[in-house]
């Protein structure tokens, strides 16, 4: 079994400022972790992910994440925040044969001028 | 590379009609398909997972006479709400995983179809 907890349902950050959304997970089996970001009325789009290579993750817009087994954490950064950064984030995991993904409660970013 | 594309992206149909949504992978084979539901600031709710040629698999609560699902090729699939009424009005959203293995673990998503239901 699997879940996922993002502590925080909004965050709210300055232009400029460091964004950090949390993300932890549950897992019975050797994680895939995904963060994904969602625009209002658009579906899901891939940050980043990891899938056991490199623990230290780099996606696009300048995000990356950092996976910590021992804390069961995968925890998303961004050093200076964009206007363009607001959106809905979502930690997601999967590790079983059926590749379902188990998603989070999702973290609505906002960034203030 | 890895587009997904769904259609339509926004429907509004009388109560008791049926919607059909389509979902495609573009420059991909998809081996399985995934529909979710969202709700209005809620995360994504897992509906059924689609394999080419075989039926699909739905999670539980999920009403398979309502929701029928066909994926016919590896680059369709379609959802259709059958007899819908206002509570079947969300957010739906198909995502598909690829056969080739940098992209077997990772599930790419269509733009979503607002389903209204007056």
């Known amino acids: 079994a699997q879940s996922v907890t993002q502590l925080g349902s909004h965050v709210s950050v300055s232009e400029g400022a460091l964004v950090l959304l949390r993300c932890n997970y549950s897992s019975s089996v050797p994680p895939y972790l995904f963060w994904y970001v969602q625009y209002p009325n658009q579906g899901l789009q891939l940050l980043l992910k990891y899938t056991s290579a490199a623990t230290l993750v780099k996606g696009i817009n300048g995000f990356e994440a950092e996976f910590k087994k021992s804390e069961t954490s995968f925890h998303l950064t961004k050093p200076s925040a964009h206007m363009s950064d607001a959106a809905e984030y979502f930690c997601a995991v999967t590790g079983g044969s059926n590749y379902k993904l188990t998603f989070g409660k999702g973290t609505l970013l906002t960034v203030n001028p | 590379g890895a587009v997904v594309s769904q259609h339509p992206s926004w429907v509004i149909c009388k109560s008791g009609t049926s919607v059909k949504i389509e979902c495609r992978s573009l420059?991909?084979?998809?081996?399985?398909m995934f529909w979710y539901r969202q709700f209005p600031k809620q995360s994504l709710m897992l509906m059924a997972t689609s394999n080419e040629g075989s039926k699909a698999t739905y999670e539980q609560g999920v009403e398979k006479d309502k929701f029928l699902i066909n994926h016919a090729s590896l680059t369709l699939s379609t959802l259709t709400v059958t007899s819908a009424h206002p509570e079947d009005s969300s957010f739906y959203i198909c995502?598909?995983?690829?056969?080739?293995?940098?992209?077997?673990?990772?599930?790419?998503f269509g733009a979503g179809t607002r389903l209204s239901v007056l």
């Open positions: 995502s598909a995983r690829g056969q080739l293995a940098g992209l077997k673990n990772i599930q790419y």
């Open positions: 420059d991909f084979q998809a081996t399985t």
